[in-house]
């Protein structure tokens, strides 16, 4: 039934990127943290693609557990295209056979629930990225997508507006949130100087916040925990002032964008991927309340009262994507809440 839900909205993204598509016939293709939330979303369109236009790719699938991926995900794990190998990132890539296309998602997300040291988070996102440069090189791929994050331009206060690939990058703290930072600035480093040495062209996805199936709701995603509170029927309980300024891109939107980098993307070059849709996390409780409770049924909470300071952005410009590769979001956050809510609810 999960699979019926998201049929229409990957048939729809799929039949708007056909050319891209079939740039994709043959290849075989090794995706890193192939199994979490935006692995997943690759999955699900890549093999839809596959099916319907007949493309022969072959999806080689590096997770660290795969006997989970096999439970929690079967018709992704088990379809014919994908091939699971068991390997951590963080140790050297076993023989894959020849590889046409890379894409490095897998990275440490959920610091809050894992809590490594600075030092671990770092080595998470620099160490990997070299192992999987290592494997591609290798392996003769031809291009490589790097799955950075938004949290590269660092915090400031002085930000009042959506955040450009040509705005300047803040200094960081030598703190969790500062060792994902600069372990993902330095990967992007490590792809931009392999790609200009020769090895494959790379292209550095710069990803921001997202909603949809797949996205944990245990988690530290304030999405996901609102949403898992109103399904409860609980309070949504906002753990700061509410007035950080997010946005979220869905799951369709973000695989039809992060493959169309993959293939299209300009060596060398970052793209912002997310949307340019500001929500406070205030009215992002608002939103997810009414939409799953129904107006006037449900109640926000919010830990402290709104401070002076202007509220914190982490909202990105998609004037780049929408330019040279003529993406745009399709889904609105509303419809991205009751996408989301529905594919849960079908469990």
Known sequence: MQENLLSEELDAAIDRS???WRELTGARVVITGGTGFVGCWLLEMALRANDRLALGMALLVV????AAFIRRCPALANHPAVRLIEADVLQPLPALGDVSHVIHAAAETNAGLTQPTPLAMFDSSVLGTRNMLDAAVKQSASRVLLLSSGAVYGKSAVRTAAISEYDALFPVQADLVG???AGKRAAEFAVQAVAAQGGPQAVIARCFSFAGAYLPLDSGYAIGNFLAQAMAGDELSIK???TPLRSYLYGSDMAE?????LVRGRSGECYNVGSDQPVSIAALAETVGR???GAGRYRVSVARPAGH???EWYVPSIDRVGTELGLIPHVSLEGSIRRMWQWYAAF
Request: aromatic share 12%.
């Open 179 to 181: 060792a994902y930072a």
């Open 240 to 242: 700061g002032d509410g």
């Open 18 to 20: 056909v050319g891209v």
């Open 309 to 311: 300071e202007p509220p």
């Open 257 to 261: 964008w992060l493959w169309t980098l």
């Open 291 to 293: 939409v799953v409770r």
């Open 63 to 66: 997770s660290r557990h795969p």
